[in-house]
């Protein structure tokens, strides 16, 4: 964990330190819970798998509010694609 966080285990969006088990790994590329699955299992084992492959840079420390707040404008992100798509394309 301190490694992504230069020495510091925080939030890498809002610096969040002061409850660890508020933290998580993030995939900056929202595949995290397919890779999970890869991987076998998230928590520990990611962990584990992480420090194992030496630290890929696509990942990053985020408090579950952050992460819960990227997985929700992701999913508005998609449906505005969506909304833009039926603009273009009327449903009648
Ligand atoms: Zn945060």
Redesign the pocket.
């Known amino acids: 964990m301190a490694h992504y966080s230069s020495g510091k285990i925080e ?1 890498a ?2 610096g ?1 330190w002061e409850n660890p088990d508020a933290l998580c790994i993030d995939h900056m590329n929202n595949g995290g819970t397919k890779h999970r699955k890869e991987i076998g299992g998230g928590g520990l084992s990611t962990y584990r798998w992480l420090i194992k492959n030496n630290f890929p840079p696509e990942y990053q420390v ?2 579950l ?2 992460n819960w707040t990227k997985e929700m404008n992701h999913r508005q992100h998609i449906k505005t694609i969506r909304d833009a798509k039926y603009q273009k394309y009327p449903i009648c």
């Open positions: 939030c969006e809002c969040f985020l408090c509010n952050c």
